[in-house]
């Protein structure tokens, strides 16, 4: 019953078209803007939506501040602020923001409650267009809404175990893609500092246990110290 499989077997490709901002401000704990005609392009993300997302720092107030919500949104278009799809003018609060990049968050951790959110969004899917792509037969699902796209594409590095938390303790970027089988940390530099812990915790234990051995209690009867 092979053949069977492979004939239902559908191949799907989900297309993001979210609009880039034309202008933005900062009013109060919000990024206010209007949006331009001009479509993201997905190629010139140096790093996924949701890596990047996820690993943004947060204020003394454990917000995502307006300055860094402002690039978010110059970069990947609007996460939350718009109200209508039609609508140009958007409002993106830095508290809603911050709320959804918890709920990436808590997910990535494999929280149980975020992931229920993360599917749950999936479930609404929220796409503009559904089309068959004449060349390749694959199905084509087009959304203007970067948190369904961040939400599926979360999701697949999920399920493909590639979407980890780095092992050292006081990493600034824990949330990464794992690149290879295997990769514990998120960097270089995260996996040289956590070696050096290593080789330092290994030299302590080791100085521990020659002190009493060296030490003049348990010389030998009739050895003594000479200079
Ligand atoms: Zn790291």
């Not at 239902?8 to 202008?23: H, K, M, N, Q, T």
């Not at 005609?37 to 997905?42: A, F, G, L, P, Y």
């Not at 929220?126 to 694959?138: F, L």
């Not at 500092?193 to 030299?203: C, G, H, L, S, Y």
Request: glycine share 6%; net charge positive; charged share 25%.
């Amino acid at each position: 019953m092979q053949y069977m499989q492979s004939y239902y077997a559908i191949e799907l490709r989900l297309r993001y078209y979210g609009r880039l901002p034309d202008s933005t401000s900062i009013q109060g704990a919000s990024v206010v803007g209007e949006l331009g005609n001009e479509t993201v392009d997905v190629r010139r993300w140096k790093e996924p939506p949701h890596e990047y997302l996820a690993n943004m720092l947060r204020n003394e107030r454990d917000f995502c501040g307006p300055a860094s919500v402002e690039a978010f949104v110059r970069r990947y278009g609007i996460l939350t602020g718009q109200t209508v799809a039609t609508a140009s003018r958007f409002f993106e609060s830095c508290i809603n923001f911050t709320a959804f990049q918890e709920k990436l968050r808590r997910a990535w951790q494999c929280d149980h409650e975020g992931l229920l959110e993360i599917e749950a969004q999936l479930e609404i899917l929220d796409v503009i267009s559904t089309q068959i792509d004449p060349d390749s037969g694959c199905v084509v699902l087009a959304t203007e809404n970067l948190w369904t796209f961040i939400c599926f594409f979360f999701h697949r590095d999920l399920t493909a175990r590639k979407a980890k938390v780095c092992k050292s303790p006081d990493c600034p970027n824990p949330f990464f893609i794992q690149q290879r089988k295997g990769q514990l940390y998120c960097s270089h530099v995260c996996a040289v500092r956590e070696n050096v812990r290593r080789f330092r915790r290994a030299e302590a234990q080791a100085r521990e246990t020659e002190v009493p051995r060296n030490s003049g209690k348990r010389r030998p009867n009739g050895v003594t110290k000479t200079r």
